[in-house]
């Protein structure tokens, strides 16, 4: 039984204070045999810890540019770095929302995003992909928050749906037209995937999405129609966010998302080591680990690399 391992970083800064603690970091993750490293460069409240003019950059960002130091170090073992967006998340620090503050999402759930229906906030993260793409020399990038963050019901959607014979502000989901826009909401998110599978593939770099594991109810929820992603090869690599404490659980999730995508789409479970729904012990992970490869995942990616013990990452490299 062989596994490709990835590991989230929920914060490009998890990998130390200098080159040399970059160095160390890298070191310890290829002696476990990790394949990606997927460090998160967009934060939500709209930061960007790369170097960029496109957006508002972390005053933090260190002089001696992180990521271009971690790359090169990942490069020196064969290991591949995608970095990661929190996509369609725009806070107090989103210079688009600053500017535009019209393109914020109006929803009944937390968190601050913009539209993600609306062809401008599009423009600008595909934006920011693309200046992070022109400037650092990584394997791929990584799509996350790739939704909508729960049903928008802004003018822009409602004059949209409007013209489709749809009230948003007064569909309930028993209702035909439902339908209609949980569709449209789709068709705008899997929209933008495409426009930067385009991109990738013209630059000949990977693609790699996290997603709900709840299909199809992402749909109705975010608009998130990533078996359709998969069926139209828009991304290279998908990794269902299957955080649980169960390792049942973790089985039968791995087994209906390989159903779901067929057998020869890359599909990689992503484990919680340490999530808002699990916190595993080495032996736990490994139990997970084990039951997702059996069900015919290609990987496992864990999150996130601050959780990861000494022991967690002594346990993995035989697997």
Known sequence: MSCHKAVWAHAVRDFGDSPEDVKVHV?????????LIIP??????????FRTDVGFMNPDYPEW?????????????EMKVHPWFCVFTEGERSKLLAEHLEYKAVLEG?????????????HY???LYESLMANYPVAGVHLDYIRTGGPCRCDYCAAQMKERGVDIRAVERRDPGMAAWVDWRCEQVTGFVNQLHNVTQNRGLELSAAVFTGYPDCRYSNGQDWVAWAERGLVDFLFPMTYTNSARDARMLTRCHRALVGKGFSLWEGLGKRSSASQLSTPALLEQIKACL??????????????????????????
């Open 65 to 77: 540019d992180l990521l271009a130091v971690l790359n090169e170090q990942a490069s020196a073992h």
């Open 294 to 319: 059996e069900e015919g995942a290609d990987g496992v990616v864990l999150f996130s690399y601050s959780g990861l013990s000494d022991e967690d990452l002594a346990a993995v490299p035989g697997l």
């Open 110 to 122: 937390p968190g601050s995003w913009a539209c993600a229906c609306r062809p401008e906030v599009r």
């Open 40 to 49: 998160c460069v967009k934060n939500p409240p709209g930061y960007l810890d």
């Open 125 to 127: 993260v595909l934006a």
């Open 27 to 35: 070191n310890r993750l290829a002696d476990a045999g990790f394949d």
